[in-house]
């Protein structure tokens, strides 16, 4: 069967189909011998030959699905250049090859999804799946009514206007109000950069949910693999 070469290598789990798109146009891949470095190309499954930095690449293996809650301090990546700690450090006992289903910044917390299904990866990540994502924000003060109106309506960040989102107080504790902040799209650092617009600034910042997968009980800096449930879910999405 005819097949993209950047989805039979995510199914082969080397990486998501998109990082597997930046592979091939580094010129890292051969077919049968021949390097390409052109999207779109289709191989044969069954009988082209696919090798990445000169060895060959195999689909099989099964699929492994976690949630990790990550803590502050780690970087949303498989290495880093400056050496510091990654989320890959936090996952080494799984005896299997996974990354991270999008990102997380540095200084923010919470619920990240890793995984070496890199057609699941694709499908979550990709701008037009809407996948709601929640997050609990710490800020200095509440905002007005008409700071959060014009929060959910959309504000300009970057010259591109956000998409609608949902802003609701929680509590305040008498040093931060606790913010409920519910986005479906993935842009640098959008959640910080909407509360500073509306002149809310985010102090601590944690994802608490994906859809409707809650961190529920796990600890920061600890993981545990999804049900078959939450699995089938976020294939249905």
């Given at each position: 069967m005819l097949i993209r070469l950047q989805k039979f290598m995510a199914e082969a789990q080397?990486?998501?189909?998109r990082k597997c798109e930046e592979i091939i146009l580094s010129g890292r891949v051969a077919v049968n011998g021949e390097t390409v470095s052109v999207l779109g190309t289709k191989i044969d499954d069954k009988t082209d030959t696919v090798t990445l930095d000169g060895r060959e690449i195999k689909r099989g293996g099964s699929h492994?699905?976690?949630?990790l809650n990550k803590p502050e301090g780690y970087i949303t990546t498989v290495s880093d250049?400056?050496?510091?700690p990654t989320v890959m450090d936090l996952v080494k006992d799984v005896g299997?090859?996974?990354?991270?289903v999008g990102r997380l910044d540095y200084d923010t917390a919470?619920?990240?999804l890793m995984t070496n299904d890199g057609e699941l990866t694709y499908r979550l990540t990709h701008p037009k799946h809407n996948i709601n994502k929640t997050y609990i924000a710490a800020?200095?003060?509440?905002?007005?009514?008409?700071?959060i109106k014009r929060f959910e309506s959309g504000i300009v960040i970057d010259?591109?206007?956000?998409a609608r989102a949902k802003l609701g107080i929680i509590k305040t504790d008498g040093r931060y109000t606790y913010?409920?902040?519910i986005i479906h799209e993935g842009r640098n650092r959008q959640v910080r950069k909407m509360c500073e617009a509306i002149g809310h600034p985010v102090r601590r910042l944690r994802r608490a949910a994906t859809g409707t997968l809650k961190l529920g009980g796990l600890k920061t800096g600890e993981y545990r693999h999804l049900t078959a449930d939450e699995v089938k879910y976020l294939k249905s999405l």
């Open positions: 080397v990486a998501s189909r492994i699905y976690i949630m250049r400056f050496d510091r299997e090859r996974i990354y991270p919470g619920l990240l800020v200095d003060s509440a905002p007005t009514q008409s700071e010259g591109r206007k956000t913010l409920k902040i």
